[in-house]
């Protein structure tokens, strides 16, 4: 059975939410598939708190 990469990231997001009832989450799904594509997908549930990094946004992995 075939999935999309968005829907597959969705429904991890809602399934963490369901069980844990953030204020705020994020997910990030990183899939390198066959034939060398690679896609990521973000996605969030909520407002991003300020407090993460003093702006009101968090660093990505990679970033500083």
Do not use: K
């Amino acid at each position: 059975r075939g999935a999309f990469h968005e829907a597959v990231t969705n429904q991890i997001l809602d399934d963490l939410v369901a069980a844990t009832q953030p204020l705020w989450m994020e997910v990030e799904g990183d899939f390198y598939v066959r034939g060398g594509i690679h896609t990521v997908v973000r996605c969030t549930h909520g407002a991003r708190p300020a407090a993460l990094d003093g702006t009101g946004s968090a660093p990505r992995r990679g970033e500083r």
